[in-house]
């Protein structure tokens, strides 16, 4: 956890007004991130701001869900990012 805390850090300082592709297998990697695409057999099944996804009660939201990630941690990740 450590470790990937100073990769963001890093990747938020380094990066700041570029355009970056992350893909992650965890979801506390990318809940302080600009946008989040959600991926469901081959297409694109959700695309928007991390609170808005969580908000729409979908995929996203479920997959928070199964990570015990709340909404107050998104809430909290953007605002230290």
């Known amino acids: 956890m450590q470790t990937d805390a100073q990769i963001q850090e890093t990747i938020h300082r380094e990066f700041t007004g570029k355009t970056l592709l992350c893909i992650a297998h965890r979801l506390r990697t990318i809940i302080s991130w600009h946008r989040i695409l959600v991926m469901d057999n081959g ?8 609170l808005k996804l969580f908000d729409q009660q979908g995929i996203f939201t479920g997959m928070c869900e199964q990570s015990a990630i709340s909404r ?3 809430v909290r990740a953007r605002v230290v990012n």
């Not at 297409?43 to 991390?50: K, L």
């Open 72 to 74: 107050e941690e998104i």
């Open 43 to 50: 297409e694109i099944a959700e695309f928007d701001e991390p």
